[in-house]
């Protein structure tokens, strides 16, 4: 890590050991939800080993470069040929010696992988936090199915109910946000289980459709707000670029139309006109002036309003740098936002093998002594 990029991370924080150091975690996964998953781990100092087949090891450092750049941060790489006897091997090895152990395979796969939880609690690991990741969950009607985060949504109710201005329902996917919300749970599940290791081996099963449901039931029960999908909130300025207008309560309401000098659109905070006259209203007056003009307008007489960033602006807004977890100085870098606890941040993903050799030779322990060399780096985010 050089100067630049640790001094910039340090900045208000103070040291303080890392809450999982000496946890060892083997990733049995692929794209994002385990390797997500493990990164946070990473960052509250886990030494995380992703094994990957080769020659390509996980696809999604080809099909999508970015997600896996972004989700492998911090971690060692060993590339094992599981489909071989001596790969098998190589396998158990390092199951032997871990503390957790996430697979994202489809159901069944583990088992004639010869890792799944019953034999790695029998034969290999009697104390291990087996983490699985199946798409829609491990049993049930709809166990086998092939799903990403389009048709997890789809059930989930979440594309019916973000519908266009035709009622048409949209997948609105600037994120996974299924995947990362299963992510998270199931990192919270390893950390709570780390807390009492005088149990047993551990079972943990953290679902992408399960986790995506339990962050869409707010929006399902009723009652429901009928307008959702029919209010604008991203609107073009004079200068071509865009800002979001949100007005959630009746106040609020009152304040946007009296800033766009249209009080009669309102009473009492309450409509008078149909949104669409609304959304109408709003657009013709944001574009009478600059976006920096506007979010200025809004944000003094208390509405919620937000300059909508380019990519590359995001890394240069005064908010994101002051909160430092995220970065392009001297390459893109990401650390876990828990502020209070001792993280560290996460070098870049490790190229295929990249740790193979040290592996072959030594074990989880030549990566022990690779991660302690770190422990220089460790801060507390502390504000």
């Known amino acids: 890590m050089t100067d630049s990029l640790q001094g910039s991370l340090l900045s208000e924080l103070s040291g303080g050991r890392l809450p999982l150091a000496g946890i060892r975690v083997l990733e049995l996964a692929t794209h994002a939800v385990g390797p997500f998953a493990t990164q946070i781990l990473a960052g509250l100092g886990a030494t995380v080993l ?6 390509r090891g996980d696809p999604e450092r080809t099909t999508e470069p970015p997600m896996f750049y972004a989700c492998n941060q911090g971690k060692h790489s060993v590339a094992i040929d599981l489909g071989a006897p001596e790969g098998r091997a190589q396998l158990e090895g390092l199951v032997r010696d871990c503390d957790v152990l996430f697979e994202g395979f489809r159901p069944g796969a583990a088992e004639r992988m010869g890792v799944d939880f019953e034999r790695v609690k029998r ?3 009697p104390r291990i936090i087996y983490v699985s990741l199946p798409g829609f969950g491990s049993s049930g009607p709809y166990a086998t199915r092939r799903g990403y985060d389009v048709e997890l949504r789809a059930i989930a109710g979440e594309i019916f109910i973000n519908k266009d201005a035709a009622g048409v329902p949209q997948y609105a996917g600037a994120s996974p946000a299924f995947d990362f919300a299963c992510a998270m749970y199931a990192a919270l599940g390893v950390v709570t289980t780390l807390l009492d290791r005088d149990r047993g081996p551990m079972h943990l099963e953290a679902s992408i459709l399960a986790s995506g449901l339990h962050w869409a039931f707010p929006r399902l029960i009723p ?21 979001t207008v949100t007005s959630a309560e009746a106040s609020q309401f009152q304040a946007l139309c009296a800033a766009i000098g249209r009080p009669e659109l309102q009473q009492d905070g309450k409509f008078t006109v149909p949104i669409a006259e609304i959304n109408r209203a709003t ?3 944001v574009a009478t002036d600059t976006q920096q003009a506007w979010v200025a307008r809004f944000d003094a007489a208390g509405i919620a309003s937000a300059p909508v960033l380019e990519p590359e602006e995001v890394f240069e807004d005064p908010q994101v740098r002051h909160l430092g977890v995220i970065g392009m100085d001297p390459q893109p870098w990401s650390r876990v936002p828990i502020f209070g606890l001792p993280t560290r941040p996460l070098g870049p993903p490790p190229a295929i093998d990249q740790d193979g050799a040290a592996v072959r030779a030594g074990g989880w322990a030549a990566l022990d002594a690779a991660d302690g060399n770190d422990q220089a780096q460790t801060e507390t985010q502390a504000r």
């Not at 009652?223 to 865009?242: M, T």
């Open 223 to 243: 009652p429901r707000v009928e307008d959702r999908g029919g209010r604008q909130h991203v609107f073009r300025a004079a200068d071509g670029k865009y800002l």
């Open 123 to 125: 034969e290999l690991q």
């Open 50 to 55: 992703k094994v990957e087949r080769p020659p």
């Open 283 to 285: 657009a013709e007056a």
